[in-house]
């Protein structure tokens, strides 16, 4: 071998352990940030509103999240716990599950902090792992970084990965709760993976520090985080204040014309109405040089988000002086800031109305060319709810401003002035409704309030045999050697019926019914015999003859049995029904189609849960639809009475847990369920 | 032989003028069927629930019924008015039948009905009983009190074919829900399941028949086209309406005399 080679080789020996060696350097460097923050992550289950149709549904959602203190506080998205959120569910390091409360929200960061029920742990001594945050200004291009959190709303998951941008922007924007998140936040790009339920987990350095909170998945590798420079200061002014105070200005900038010849400024676009930079006198067109001493360039679309900090940064009614450039001139011009609104309204929903709406925000008011900000406006409207069947109907995008003649100013006026007309009421009232469609003032008679939709009809009641059959077809008849015998074969004799009192087995073989032959020989005719049946009059007795097989193969022994029909049972929607409207599910007596369905065993005991509301305590203790409640807290339910005394004896003393017994088709389980009473 | 064109020209013309003549009367009848039937057969506005995955969501239906009796009780097929039935036949029309397995196995509710008169005044009404084997339901009016016009009815003999008919329905609330009908005759009688006919021309279901007599002679229901069929090449059986006679409808009625 000659020198050269050896050379060489000693190279890539000399390679090959250094590249070990640093791999075993990042592995370790990567454990020791693991140990600082994976226990600190945690996962989170939600319950949030979802207004459409008319109507609030509820719904379930899963996140992920970060504690960042001792006392509880923990951050994560404001699209994971939004304002509609009801419940929050914390499953901790210790795999326990503990609820939290929500201290604030800023959709404009879409970051939230919630604080833990700490005290609800088992074991209260055992100390929270904690998080710290680190600077995003300090993270390069290339760095290796971590991605915690629950993908899937699985357990808790690391990924791995590097830093791609420091700065991306979404020139498009992105719209979280009425905001658009691209106007304060430039993104850490990394390309970590991260899935649905990942949001809200932060996205952790080599040090062990949080550089980021992760927010989406654009797409292949790519994935984008909230810069810890962004999030830290939301958080701790949440956490001081329970949200985000931000100034206005009323100014829209963007960046400086190509053709426009300018090289500093930023491009006035907008100047909202009766905001403070047109009291101010700033047009649109005007180049802005400096805003309360800072210079001001914004020739991409990526330096906008820090000339809006800067703005939503000052303090909130300081005189701040603006110098502006305007047909070649420079110009002074002098603003006092004042608190940004938050833009989403806060939707909830109006029963007694059939729809959903909300209070006018000052953009919706000049959006619409309105001179002041009441009224209700209505986003969505139930089907054959109240407003739609108003005459005329009220529509989407109306703004209800005065009930019999009372103006309503806001939802809470609404609500209060509909719970005094529909008090004590049996049925839907009257009630005359001024509303603004667009520019025109249009009236109409609505009537509010509820009425009992729950009445059920009944069913024609027929004859009922009480068995289950197919048809003999001629190629059967002919191999069983019945031939020239039509009729059908029972498949199922059902207990206590009919069929059963008369002495029918399944296998039997029915030609004929009170004379008249049962003409069928297609699998299709089945509902032939069916209407023989149903045509006889209840409570009397006819002849069938039967073909009876007596024991050896193909030797059918001919018979006549006489067969008292009995009404046909209850169906399934005429059992009786209770609505538990504290746990949000819906249960019915056990019907004897349930028996023949093969959903219950025959003269079996329970209620059987027919629907179970999403997002509900029920549903959240997985009580499923289809399952037979056998027992609560230990005393049997033998019918929907009985269960009825059970659960308002719970709700009488209040019970933290009630414990289902529950059969599902031949697997049993124990359900806990819990609620927050109502006051 | 010299007379023999004479003769039939005779005959011919004989023939032209028996079929004038009695669609003279066939207009007559459907005329004075039209003018009854403006306060004897109702819109119906339905408001119904599917109940899927849990989450309830409404749909809105119209239909037409028959009224009975002077109390406003009402005649309808269940499948125009239910919704299930409702999104099953839209799906076949659209050939899209293979999906309707799913959908037979969601509940549905009749959450409020209301009868539109020809005078545009809504009456508050609620469903009494069904028959879900024969596609028909009972409806009467939520408060007693209103007195209403109505069809009697009562047992014919089967139809036979080429029978002609009358066929009433009423126009959606664009139309102003004008009553309408059109005419058409007897193409097929079914002895199974149960005692049906057919009739020319593809119906939609919840159409009131007339004989030419203008007696009340059946009512188009929903019978038949199974999921195995709907999947099936060449002609959806799913279409075809099947007329259920007066026959087959008496003990409904019956009933629902005996329900308050």
């Not at chain 2, 050939?95 to 020809?118: C, E, H, P, R």
Request: overall charge neutral; proline content about 4%; glycine content about 8%.
């Amino acid at each position: 071998m000659n020198r050269t080679r050896i050379f060489f080789l000693s190279l890539l020996l000399a390679g090959l352990l250094a590249g070990a060696e640093n791999v075993q350097n990042s592995r370790l460097e990567a454990e020791k940030a693991i140990e600082k923050v994976f226990p600190a992550i945690v996962r989170f289950h939600v319950v949030y509103t979802n207004y459409e149709g008319g109507r609030a549904r509820k719904g379930e959602a899963y996140g992920s999240g970060v504690i960042i203190s001792a006392e509880g506080y923990a951050v994560t998205n404001y699209h994971v716990i939004d304002r509609t959120v009801k419940k929050i569910f914390c499953t901790i390091s210790t795999n326990e599950e503990i609820e939290a409360d929500v201290v604030g929200q800023d959709a404009l960061t879409d970051i939230a902090v919630v604080k833990l029920r700490l005290e609800e742990r088992k074991d209260r001594n055992i100390p929270v792992k904690f998080a710290s945050f680190g600077s995003s200004a300090k993270v390069n291009i290339g760095d290796p970084i971590l991605a915690m959190g629950s993908p899937r709303a699985l357990s808790r998951t690391i990924t791995a990965g590097i830093i791609g941008n420091t700065k991306l922007s979404l020139p498009y924007g992105m719209n979280i709760g009425w905001e658009n998140v691209g106007a304060m936040v430039l993104w850490l790009g990394h390309d970590a993976q991260i899935l649905p339920g990942n949001s809200g987990g932060p996205l952790v350095n080599m040090q062990g520090e949080i550089i980021g909170i992760n927010e989406l998945g654009l797409g292949g590798s790519l994935d984008a985080a909230i810069p810890s420079d962004v999030v830290e200061p939301v958080v701790r002014e949440i956490i001081k204040k329970g949200k985000v105070e931000r100034s206005w200005t009323g100014l829209t900038c963007s960046p400086l014309l190509k053709n426009s010849g300018e090289q500093k400024g930023a491009l006035v676009t907008d100047v909202f109405k009766a905001s403070p930079a047109e009291a101010a006198g700033v047009e649109p067109g005007d180049i802005l040089l400096n805003y309360d001493g800072s210079d001001i360039t914004i020739n991409f679309s990526e330096d906008l988000p820090f000339f809006f900090r800067l703005v939503a940064g000052t303090p909130i009614g300081k005189e701040v002086t603006l110098k502006v450039k305007r047909g070649g001139k420079e110009l002074v011009k002098t603003l006092k800031t004042r608190e940004r609104e938050i833009a989403d309204p806060g939707e909830v929903e109006f029963k007694e109305w059939g729809f959903t709406g909300s209070n006018l925000t000052e953009r919706m008011m000049r959006q619409r060319k309105r001179t002041n900000r009441d009224g209700v406006i209505v986003f969505t409207v139930k089907i054959g709810g109240q407003c739609e069947e108003a005459k005329p109907a009220i529509k989407q995008n109306d703004i209800l401003v005065s009930v019999n003649g009372k103006a309503v100013k806001n939802i809470e006026e609404l609500k209060a002035l509909t719970g005094e007309l529909t008090k004590g009421r049996a049925e839907p009232v009257p009630v005359i409704v001024a509303f603004d469609r667009e520019a025109e003032r249009w009236m109409t008679i609505a009537k509010i309030g509820f009425k009992d939709i729950n009445k059920s009809s009944e069913e024609a009641k027929k004859s009922y045999l009480g068995a289950s059959f197919q048809v003999l077809t001629s190629g059967l008849a002919e191999q069983l050697k019945l031939k020239n015998i039509a009729g059908v074969m029972l498949t199922c004799v059902y207990k206590n019926t009919a069929a059963e009192k008369a002495g029918l087995l399944a296998g039997d073989i029915i030609t004929s019914l009170d004379g008249d032959n049962i003409a069928v020989s297609r699998p299709e005719e089945t509902e032939v015999f069916t209407n023989m049946i149903k045509k006889k009059r209840t409570g009397q007795t006819f002849e069938m003859t039967v073909f009876r097989l007596s024991g050896e193969p193909a030797d059918y022994r001919e018979m006549k049995l006489p067969v008292k029909f009995e009404r046909s049972p209850a169906p399934k929607d005429e059992m009786k029904k209770y609505e538990d409207r504290n746990f949000e599910f819906t249960v019915r007596d056990i019907s004897f189609f349930d028996y023949t369905e093969n959903n219950a065993d025959y003269g079996e005991k329970g209620v059987f849960v027919e629907t179970v509301q999403p997002g509900g305590w029920a549903a959240l203790a997985r009580l499923n639809n289809g399952s037979i409640i056998q027992s609560v807290d230990g005393q049997k339910v033998e019918d929907i009475d009985g269960f009825i005394s059970i659960m308002e004896e719970a709700a009488k003393n209040k019970k933290k847990r009630i414990v289902f017994f529950v059969k599902k088709g031949i697997y049993t389980d124990f359900i806990q369920l819990e609620c927050v009473w109502p006051k | 032989m010299k007379k023999l064109p004479g003769i039939l020209t005779g005959f011919a013309v004989l023939l032209l003028l028996v079929q004038a003549v009695f669609s003279d009367e066939f207009s007559e009848t459907g005329k004075q069927l039209l003018e009854k039937g403006r306060s004897r057969i109702v819109s119906l506005k339905v408001v119904a629930s599917t109940l899927s995955k849990n989450q309830k969501e409404e749909i809105k239906i119209e239909s037409q019924g028959l009224l009975l009796d002077e109390k406003g009780t009402v005649l309808v097929a269940f499948s125009s008015i239910d919704p299930v039935k409702y999104l099953i036949r839209m799906l076949s029309a659209l050939g899209m039948g293979g999906q309707t397995a799913n959908l037979k196995k969601i509940a549905s509710n009749i959450d409020d009905i209301k009868y539109v008169l020809d005078n545009g005044k809504e009456v508050q009404a609620r469903l009494v009983i069904t028959d879900k084997d024969l596609d028909l339901a009972i409806i009467k009016p939520e408060k007693p009190g209103e007195k209403f016009d109505f069809f009697e009815v009562k047992e014919l003999e089967k139809p036979a074919l080429f029978d002609k008919m009358l066929v009433f329905f009423r126009l959606s609330k664009d139309f102003n829900r004008e009553l309408s009908f059109v005419s058409t005759s007897v193409n097929c009688r079914l002895s199974k399941p149960e005692e049906l006919f057919l009739v020319e021309g593809g119906l939609p279901t919840g159409c009131i028949l007339f004989n030419q007599q203008g007696r009340f002679a059946g009512l188009s229901v929903s019978r038949g086209g199974e999921e195995e069929d709907s999947r099936s090449l060449g002609m959806s059986n799913t279409l075809v309406t099947s007329i259920l006679p007066v026959k087959e409808i008496m003990d409904i009625i019956k009933q629902a005399g005996e329900k308050k």
